[in-house]
């Protein structure tokens, strides 16, 4: 019997046969004329394999009549599935790992095998208990949202970005912003920027359990909604939709195009000097999304995003304003506590109550219906955002503590101010600073480069106090009155009036004749 062949023995039935030997056993007997006889000497294979080479065209894959016994695991199998259903009903951070399950089959029941098939019976278990879903259809202008996690190099830090993510599964357009954190402010200002980069507003829009629009779950669909989702909703007027507990597929497609935006929009990180960069790019990276064709499609995401658009309802007349509302205090700081932040509002305001309303950018406070300060927003934590004019009245009154108030600390001023100061302090001694003070109170309706030149005019001419600095400013302020003319008014060409006699004023005049009034001006 030849050597190397894998197939000598009728026990070789149970080895895999190279096609090859296969292809040529059966050349060999059924096109060339000889006897299968002949084939097991030539080839050196059994007889009973010949014979099953010969009956088909190709080998037949080998079943076992029976699973194979696993007397090692087999009686621990009951066990092991006891442990992983009871998981079902566990937290999900505290769940068996098959090292766990190992551990205690050895512990608690004197399991004497390997780790290696404790672990494929764990595998074995979970691959038949996965879900399978049913492909779904998606109808024109329907919208699914989410939220995802990315990071990005912002003024060479790196740092936490969290994206609001808007697809349309029809036409798989997606839109993507980042924001410092997700919140009620971001989640609105998220939807506004994608109706308005899809050119219309979703009939129908599908949401996780976030408890920016949640307030309780009732059942499998049913849900109380916020008052600022409802609000949001009562704006656009279009469908809103919630997932099942734990049933992400049922926005499925978001969830894909989350991570496919964050692999192919921020790899590698980007590295920028602002939100409003980052947004940029993104933004910019949507559109070319546009000009690209989904597997198995025939037109561009954006010719798609056309039948999106007949169906979806129409932008609303006026912008909303995605923004929260939080009614609290000013405390004797002067500072207003919205966000875990405290924003100043000047010291007349201190001890009232106040309306914080926080947008993305921008956080302004209002006393009744009084805009009494805005700050740019601050997203990080326990942080105190100043505005120095808010306390130059108070400074008027407590002049000793100028040079120790926290709101000046950081508030860098034109070199001119500094000479100001010491003239200040040279002529008026102790009263120096609240000369100062005076003039830094100009800013509350100047900005600082137009009180930097009426201060600089004001020292060059001599004058140093706040009044002559304040004539300057408001000097420059007034807009000269250019000439009358009757361009535009032909029919007041037509009045005429007679000239004054001025002869009664003559007595005012010299005694020279060439000065003396006759009746009209000279």
């Not at 007349?317 to 000047?346: H, M």
Request: hydrophobic share 35%; proline share 7%.
């Amino acid at each position: 019997m030849a050597e190397g062949h894998p197939d000598s023995t009728p026990s070789g039935a149970n080895q895999v046969i190279p096609m090859q030997l296969w292809n040529d056993i059966r050349q060999h007997v059924l096109a060339g004329g000889h006897s299968a006889y002949s084939a097991t000497r030539k080839f050196g294979v059994h007889w009973t394999t010949v014979k099953k080479i010969l009956a088909s065209s190709e080998p037949i894959p080998y079943k076992l009549a029976q699973p194979r016994k696993k007397p090692m695991i087999g009686e621990f199998l009951p066990i092991i599935e006891q442990m992983l259903l009871a998981d079902r009903s566990a937290p999900r951070k505290q769940r068996h790992t098959s090292k766990r399950i190992y551990d205690r089959l050895k512990d608690e029941h004197g399991f004497q095998g390997g780790y290696t098939v404790v672990k494929d019976a764990v595998r074995d278990w979970h691959q038949i208990r996965q879900e399978v879903f049913v492909p779904l259809t998606h109808k024109p202008g329907e919208a699914q949202m989410d939220f995802g996690h990315a990071v990005f190099l912002l003024n060479g830090v790196e740092t936490d970005a969290h994206l609001c993510v808007l697809t349309l599964p029809y036409s798989d357009v997606v839109y993507i912003q980042a924001y410092p954190r997700e919140c009620a402010e971001s989640f609105f200002d998220g939807h506004v920027r994608a109706f308005e980069f899809f050119g219309g507003v979703p009939v129908r829009t599908s949401y996780d359990n976030s408890r920016i629009p949640v307030k309780k779950i009732i059942g499998a669909h049913d849900r109380e909604l916020t008052d600022g989702f409802l609000r949001f909703q009562s704006h656009h007027l279009f469908a809103s939709h919630f997932c099942q507990v734990r049933c992400p597929n049922e926005k499925g497609h978001v969830e894909t195009l989350v991570q496919y935006g964050r692999n192919n929009f921020l790899v590698p990180m980007p590295s920028v000097r602002s939100f409003e960069e980052l947004n940029q790019i993104l933004h910019d990276r949507c559109v070319t999304e546009l000009t690209k064709i989904s597997r198995g499609e025939t037109r561009t995401k954006g010719e798609r995003l056309e039948d999106d658009r007949k169906a979806f309802l129409p932008l609303p007349k006026e912008r909303f304003e995605a923004r929260r509302v939080e009614l609290t205090a000013a405390n004797k700081l002067s500072l207003v506590r919205f966000d875990r932040n405290d924003y100043s509002v000047p010291t007349a305001y201190a001890h009232h109550e106040v309306a914080a309303i926080g947008t993305v950018s921008q956080v302004r406070i209002l006393v009744k219906d009084e805009v009494v300060a805005t700050h740019p927003r601050s997203w990080e934590k326990e942080q105190a955002v100043y505005n120095p004019v808010h306390y130059f009245a108070l400074l008027e009154r407590k002049p000793g503590a100028l040079d120790f108030a926290k709101p000046l600390e950081n508030f860098n001023l034109p070199p001119s101010f500094e000479t100001l100061r010491r003239r200040l302090d040279a002529t008026f001694k102790t009263k120096g600073p609240r000369e100062y003070i005076r003039v830094l109170r100009l800013l509350e309706n100047a900005s600082i480069p137009e009180l930097e030149t009426a201060v600089v005019e004001a020292m060059d001419l001599g004058f140093s106090t706040a009044d002559a600095i304040r004539v300057i400013l408001e000097g420059r302020k007034e807009t000269p009155v250019g000439a009358f003319n009757l361009d535009g008014h032909p029919h007041l060409k037509l009045v005429r009036f007679d000239a004054p006699d001025l002869r009664a004023y003559q007595f005012l005049m010299p005694e020279s004749p060439s000065l003396r009034l006759t009746g009209g001006v000279q």
